[in-house]
């Protein structure tokens, strides 16, 4: 599995590497060697010198934190494993010395005549002292996490072409004592950092607390004139449709133009699109930095950008370039979605509305908390991260506030995929002072006021802003997690740099603010996070536009295989009146009881049959939580955020798929529950009801409803034409009668099925009912079922595989199918299913697509394991 991830990794950045030199940018991102600074008698003007020998130093992994170069030098355990992370010394407990690094890099570069050379940090963990060829590049303090910086190198180079980057990377000067509260004693949150590095309720302390060079670092060439910044706002004004004619939109186009000389520049920046070229003349005082907008142009029938489920996800590029007689001088490559973001408040359901082109979006999002906890980002786990949330069916992701900005890398996968984000400010309630908190160092009051340099945080967030607004998926700015940054922040934010940098989209305060949903609850205004009765989603009201509702998530057993000691793959055992159990490693990877959940399908017999029962459970909560807020929508909802959809370590709780990239069947109950146009039981009423999510009416729509018994006896319910209003929820019919009578033994299967006017099926959804008494007891006792199975290669990265359940068997109940190396049997990942943990039922058959980025370059079989079929494996034909 790894060969293959790094293999795709490579080929990825070798692509980029191209890309970036033929515009004269390239990444500095191999051949980086480090040293502890305690283990370094020399100061950075010496080290940083060509000749200088780096005896006895490690190769260091950058981008990276100082904890991912000692884990690829097996200098540390991984701590994603086991107790592992105990292992691993603690800065609180070594103090700051002990993670602060030299890390050095050796590059060539020359500056020919008119040249002017850049070396660029995107990010650094948390301050540095920046030296190059014995000279210090930074004049003034390098600090801050999410800060971007930019140095003009060009007298520092060495004549010979030969040059070495030295640069001093200290930790966070308050580091957090991780003593188990929500961001430890919570001082981790003085800084302009990550918060949950110091511990939270998903995740240990992260020992060096992502000390490091952590985000990428480009040397980039231009002539006098340095092209940055650039902004793209797109205005749609009016109700559009997706694939129609579109009346024009107005594109504003905008950038910095940074003059280097000492004397004034003269030039015009423009851009080609459409066959038309914008422009506009620009003189430059000597050393002065100006923005310059250009004039509007209007898009004749721009192809839009629409939400995943609602339309498609156009995008233009577009070159933005300043011309000095005839000679570019610098240019920036852009791409960007043609969309308008609009909110509006609902009075009916107290809460705010989002609008996309002027149609109303039921809000289906999933918490984000970071791609990897050690910061080992790449595009492809990104892209495949933000691929499994649209197989979801959901059109929203939030970035929590106790983590980052997220990288360009995931707004372009969300770009590409066509989620929404709400990027939350760098706050949260547990470490800033929301509430009484006796495992916090300090007060109430103190606390407010973190972090300690409000300035910091202020250029931050206007940089992170800058780096991010042009991506047409960022839809909100939050101002923090479950609290108000402090005042003086909140009006920076609200009042000066969101209207000058940012002036189209929507800025909530704080998460689960009453201008986001009307919290006529009390409370925090979201939750609760655990196992709930299914019922509940349906019939108790919540939050409007809830921030935050989740459940369980444990994978399934060749996910827990992974990371726990074959010692501690065991039932986890509740400690009555605790939220851990027996068992430390279940408790230390923070697992989340699932109750009496279970006990319908019968008590677990090991760990294998606790995990397989805990995927009935998970789809059957996912699916229901979807479709519950989904039966109110407009009445009771304007949308829901599931916490949380993802864990960036090997969590134990809340994640559709493991940190692996495998997924579970969280995923694909909450696939099922949020298709677009969806036919779906009302377990307390006992209804059907039909929810459409687009934008049309869909008409002479088929309903068909089918009961099986355990033994696979069909029962035809009804079969009906119906019809359902854009954007709106239906009720159809009771069928309170039919349950009470074919499931009140031993429960019974209900299809669910919607099929439009060739036929095809639009919603496919397959319930498993329990008895009168709440049990399971038909599936307990069901017969074994018989399932064949036949592949077929129909692309480079595709398989088609085709289940077919024989007659006059029980239904093929719950099938896991997964795609394996067929020398190792592992899994091969990350695979993404049209469907998964699929029933068939007795004659019939279903079509399911694989998809496996490296398939040509790998000898592949398909495992297929069901609740009454046996495991088969099969080949590729």
């Known amino acids: 599995m790894r060969r293959n991830f790094l293999y795709f990794s490579c080929f990825l950045c070798l692509l980029s590497i191209q890309v970036l030199s033929a515009q004269e940018r390239y990444e500095l991102n191999t051949d980086w060697f480090c040293n502890p600074i305690s283990d370094t008698k020399e100061n950075g003007n010496t080290i940083s010198q060509p000749d200088f020998k780096l005896k006895r130093w490690m190769p260091a992994t950058v981008p990276g934190t100082v904890l991912t170069t000692l884990l690829n030098n097996e200098k540390v355990p991984d701590p994603f494993y086991g107790m592992n992370n105990n292992k691993i010394k603690d800065i609180y407990d070594t103090e700051r010395e002990y993670y602060t690094y030299w890390f050095t890099k050796d590059f060539e570069e020359t500056a020919a005549p008119g040249e002017q050379v850049w070396l660029k940090f995107r990010g650094i963990n948390y301050s540095a002292d920046v030296y190059l060829n014995g000279k210090k590049v930074n004049q003034t303090p390098f600090k801050g996490m999410y800060l971007r910086r930019e140095f003009n190198i060009t007298s520092l180079l060495n004549k010979s072409g030969k040059n070495r980057l030295a640069v001093l990377v200290h930790p966070a000067d308050e580091v957090g004592n991780p003593n188990g509260g929500q961001g430890g004693d919570g001082t981790i949150a003085k800084g302009v950092a990550l918060q949950y590095t110091a511990g939270w309720d998903w995740i240990q302390p992260v020992r060096d607390r992502n000390t490091g060079i952590w985000d990428k670092v480009f040397i980039e060439k231009t002539k006098s004139v340095n092209l940055k910044n650039p902004h793209i706002v797109t205005l749609v004004p009016g109700k559009r449709l997706p694939g129609e004619t579109q009346e024009p939109a107005t594109l504003q186009v905008s950038a910095e133009l940074q003059n280097t000389q000492n004397t004034p520049v003269s030039g015009t920046l423009q851009y080609q699109l459409n066959g038309k070229t914008i422009k506009t003349p620009v003189t430059l005082s000597a050393k002065e930095t100006k923005e310059i907008a250009l004039p509007d142009f209007s898009l004749e029938n721009p192809k839009l950008w629409w939400p995943s489920g609602y339309g498609a996800q156009n995008l233009y590029d577009l070159n933005l370039e300043f011309v000095v007689a005839d000679q570019v001088s610098d240019s920036e490559h852009l791409q960007f979605g043609v969309r308008e973001i609009q909110t509006s408040w609902n009075a009916h359901t107290r809460s705010k509305e989002i609008a996309v082109n002027g149609q109303k979006i039921f809000i289906k999002g999933g918490n984000w908390i970071i791609s990897d906890a050690m910061l080992r980002f790449s595009e492809e786990r990104y892209d495949a991260e933000i691929r499994f949330h649209r197989d979801m069916n959901l059109n929203l992701i939030r970035i929590w506030g106790g983590a980052l900005p997220e990288r360009p890398e995931f707004y372009e996968a969300c770009d590409k995929y066509g989620l929404l984000v709400i990027q939350d400010f760098w706050m949260s309630g547990d470490c800033n002072g929301r509430w009484v908190d006796p495992m916090k160092k300090e007060d109430q009051w103190t606390r407010r006021q973190y972090p300690d340099d409000h300035n910091l945080f202020i250029e931050s967030a206007a940089d992170a802003i800058k780096m991010l607004r042009n991506y047409a998926s960022l839809a909100i700015w939050c101002g923090g997690n479950e609290i108000t940054p402090p005042a003086d922040i909140l009006s920076a934010l609200k009042d000066s740099i969101l209207p000058k940098y940012d002036n189209t989209r929507w800025f909530i305060d704080y998460s689960n603010s009453d201008e986001m949903s ?76 699932y109750g009496d959940a279970m006990e319908p399908y019968g008590s677990p017999k090991d760990m294998d049959d606790f995990a397989t029962k805990a995927q009935l459970v998970n789809y059957n909560q996912y699916r229901g939580l979807m479709e519950g807020f989904s039966s109110h929508m407009w009445d009771w909802y304007t949308g829901v955020i599931i916490w949380k959809t993802q864990n960036p370590w090997t969590a134990l709780r809340g994640q559709m798929y493991d940190y692996y990239l495998d997924p579970n069947a969280c995923l694909y109950g909450l696939r099922s529950g949020s298709e677009p146009v969806h036919a779906m039981y009302d377990p307390v009423e006992q209804n059907i009801m039909i929810v459409n999510n687009s934008f049309v009416q869909q008409h002479d729509l088929m309903l068909r409803l089918t009961a099986y018994d355990m033994e696979g006896n069909s029962k035809m319910i009804t079969q009906v034409f119906n019809y359902i209003e854009p954007s709106s929820v239906r009720q159809i019919m009771s069928i309170a009668r039919y349950i009470k009578v074919l499931g009140a033994e031993e429960g019974m299967f209900l299809s669910v099925q919607l099929l439009d006017v060739d036929q095809e099926l639009v919603s496919d959804n397959f319930y498993w009912l329990p008895d009168a008494s709440g049990t399971y007891s038909g599936l307990q006792s069901m017969d074994k079922a018989q399932l064949s199975a036949k592949a077929k290669k129909i692309s480079a990265t595709e398989i088609e595989l085709t289940l077919t359940a024989a007659e006059e068997f029980p239904v093929a109940f719950f099938n896991r199918i997964s795609l394996i190396d067929a020398k190792t049997g592992e899994r091969l990942l990350p695979t993404f299913f049209s469907d998964n943990y699929v029933s068939v039922t007795p004659g019939d058959e279903k079509k399911i697509t694989l998809s496996f980025d490296q398939l040509k370059n790998t000898d592949a079989k398909i495992e297929i394991e069901g609740w009454n079929v046996p495991k088969q494996t099969l080949d590729l034909n």
């Open 518 to 593: 009307y919290n006529f609850k009390g409370g925090n205004g979201d939750g609760p996070y655990g196992i709930q009765n299914i019922n509940t989603f349906w019939g108790e009201r919540t939050w409007p536009f809830n921030s935050e509702v989740g459940s369980v998530g444990t994978g399934d057993a060749v996910s827990l295989k992974r990371f726990l000691p074959e010692d501690h793959q065991v039932i986890p055992q509740e400690l009555e009146g605790t939220e851990k159990v027996e068992d430390e490693v279940w408790s230390y990877h923070k697992y989340i009881d």
